[in-house]
Each structure stands twice: as structure tokens, then as C-alpha cells.
Nanobody, 117 residues
Framework: QVQLVESGGGSVQPGGSRRLSCAASGSIFSIYTMGWYRQAPGSQRELVATITGSGSTNYADSVKGRFTISRDNAKKMVYLQMNSPKPEDTAVYYC???????????WGQGTQVTVSS
């Protein structure tokens, strides 16, 4: 069992920066593939970025070069650094943990990010 709590959401101007954090508790954190997903109003939830326990990353094309996912296994934290955000990045951002052994997914409650001038 994994519990996830996101923080860092809020308003940000286009071209600015913001960092989201996700605190995990429970099972062995280092084995989980961690990810950030987002859901805009009227849209399906979509992948933003993932990072494996060994640090391999994957990004949606829409955020490549602007967003960076990272993790600190000792602190059981995962981060999403959002640089040069655009209005279309406005969404509720969810932290996700996936157990690569059994495929179970765990979700946080989400944090709203609004990109607007």
C-alpha cells in the first residue's frame, strides 16, 4: 500500500516556473515507477512524465524540454519541475505510483495548476 500527497499547485504565469512535490509513504518506495498525470476540464487524464526506480524518465511530447521529473528515494519524494508553462498546461496534476511487479497503481488526490497571465 502506498499513500501519495501532492503539493505545490497554484497559479503561475506563462513562461514562469513552478515545482510540484509528491510525498509517498507506505511500502518500499524505491521499487515503484513514479509518475505525474494531469486532467484538464472535459478531458481525459493523460501522462505527463514517469521515472523508474533506477531513474529512467519518459515524457509526453507536449512537455519535453520544459518539464523535468525527479525523485529522492531516501526522502520518498517525487518532483515535477515545470518551466515555461503554457496556458494549455492548466489542469489538475496527479501523482501516481505503479508497482512494476504486480502492476498496481496508486493515486494522490491531485493538485490544481493554473497557467494564466
Amino acid at each position: 500500500q502506498v499513500q501519495l500527497v501532492e503539493s505545490g499547485g497554484g497559479s503561475v504565469q506563462p513562461g514562469g516556473s513552478r515545482r510540484l512535490s509528491c510525498a509517498a509513504s507506505g511500502s518500499i518506495f524505491s521499487i515503484y515507477t513514479m509518475g505525474w498525470y494531469r486532467q484538464a476540464p472535459g478531458s481525459q487524464r493523460e501522462l505527463v512524465a514517469t521515472i523508474t526506480g533506477s531513474g529512467s524518465t519518459n515524457y509526453a511530447d507536449s512537455v519535453k524540454g520544459r518539464f523535468t521529473i525527479s525523485r529522492d528515494n531516501a526522502k520518498k519524494m517525487v518532483y515535477l519541475q515545470m518551466n515555461s508553462p503554457k496556458p494549455e498546461d492548466t489542469a489538475v496534476y496527479y501523482c501516481n505510483a505503479r508497482n512494476p511487479g504486480n502492476g498496481y497503481h496508486y493515486w494522490g488526490q491531485g493538485t490544481q495548476v493554473t497557467v494564466s497571465s
